[in-house]
């Protein structure tokens, strides 16, 4: 019996070598609590978002001041076709988060993906090359890390005007300092590995390491810090639109709504509540979606 198992190894190589690195990450995803819930909360605000047209019971810009401050619906003196009330417009509540998460996703996702292409490439270059690029590369990052990065992004945001497309490439040219930090730590540690000692032995181009060497053992890091930087922009967008130098009216974003709810704030507290608990379950679900691949992905939880 063990000699035909030996023998059936040896045919498929697949089975010898055992299940891909992709299959066993996931296995562990599916056993790891935060991974679970924190991706299955987000996995329903992506869909909510995508399908916000779909599921948002009236028009999110719509007006009916006839309506104006109407309660949730656990409240007395609400009516049914609003659920969760109405805002100091007499526009639905409900349409407005669902068309919110759109706006906080949209910013998370575009902010992080212009900081992480910056900040990858400034600590790849640095940590692989070294010497006076390590040096020149490291006084730009101290640099960036000696600002506020609120009070810069207000001042920018402040000189140029607020609307989405500002407040994502503020917040991306802001919040790269992260990436560069981690990918030049990681890169520094996997230069000095045999394989690309290995590929620069056999005369591969530098480009090659790094994107066939380099990039494919420090992908991970990559991946945690994009995850923390999601929820890190939406809480910036969320600050700067209730400063009111961030997404401008009529936009329904979750920031902005806060700040047009907090003159109800002692009589009619709902108003802010409802989209600052809605901030903090999309903020959550990101923390724990990364913390959980953080943990599993550590070379220590690998086997």
Known sequence: ??????AGSALDPARALGP???SRFFRRARG???????????????????FAPLLAPH???????????????????????HVLGTDNLGRDYLSRIIYGARVSLLIGVCTAV???????????????????VDIVITFIITTRLSMPIVLVALAIVALVGGSLHAVVLVLGLLLWDRYAVVMRSATQQARSMDYVSA?????????????SEIMPNVINNLIIIATFEVAHAILLEASLSFLGLGVQPPAPSWGLMIAEGKEFLLFDPWVIAIPGVALSILVLAVNMLGDGVRDISAPENRS
């Open 1 to 6: 019996m063990a000699d035909a198992i030996v």
């Open 199 to 211: 590929a620069r032995a056999i005369g591969c181009p530098t480009w090659r390491i790094v994107l």
């Open 20 to 22: 891909s690195p992709t």
């Open 59 to 81: 028009d999110p810009y719509a007006q009916d001041l006839f309506k104006r401050l109407l309660p949730p619906f656990w409240m007395d003196g609400s009516v049914p076709e």
């Open 32 to 50: 790891h609590t935060s991974i679970m819930f924190g991706g299955g909360v987000l996995l329903v605000i992506v869909l909510t978002a995508l």
């Open 114 to 132: 212009i900081s992480g292409v910056i900040g990858t490439a400034l600590g790849v270059t640095a940590g692989y090359f070294g010497g006076r």
